[in-house]
């Protein structure tokens, strides 16, 4: 689903991934599965310091950010297709 709104949104809205806890190699292994757009970006976050500051407890959250940086909605769990494209929307319209 990630990949889809990715291209989807493309040029409007930043897209980044942090598949896991783990160092380079894994991460490309993860990501590797899936067609993603260009744009997109994988972090590798080896020391969870991303996660720690977003208070990501698991896979699959949810982050969204204004252009300043500021968190507008976040869930740690999974998100339906509609409500992940009515927090886009926002970001867009914003």
Same mark, same amino acid.
């Given at each position: 689903?990630?990949?889809?709104?990715?291209? !989807?949104?493309?040029? %409007?809205?930043?897209?980044?991934?942090?598949?896991?806890?783990?160092?380079? %190699?894994?991460?490309?292994?993860?990501?590797?599965?899936?067609?993603?757009?260009?744009?997109?970006?994988?972090?590798?976050?080896?020391?969870? /310091?991303?996660?720690?500051?977003?208070?990501?407890?698991?896979?699959?959250?949810?982050?969204?950010?204004?252009?300043? /940086?500021?968190?507008?909605?976040?869930?740690?769990?999974?998100?339906? !297709?509609?409500?992940?494209?009515?927090?886009?929307?926002?970001?867009?319209?914003?």
């Amino acid at each position: 689903m990630v990949a889809r709104f990715a291209r !989807e949104y493309e040029g %409007r809205v930043t897209f980044m991934t942090s598949p896991g806890l783990d160092n380079q %190699r894994a991460m490309r292994e993860a990501v590797a599965d899936f067609e993603w757009p260009g744009s997109m970006i994988h972090a590798v976050d080896e020391d969870g /310091g991303l996660w720690r500051h977003f208070e990501v407890p698991y896979r699959g959250a949810w982050i969204f950010l204004d252009d300043d /940086g500021k968190v507008v909605h976040q869930s740690i769990s999974h998100l339906p !297709e509609g409500q992940v494209r009515q927090n886009l929307e926002k970001l867009v319209a914003s």
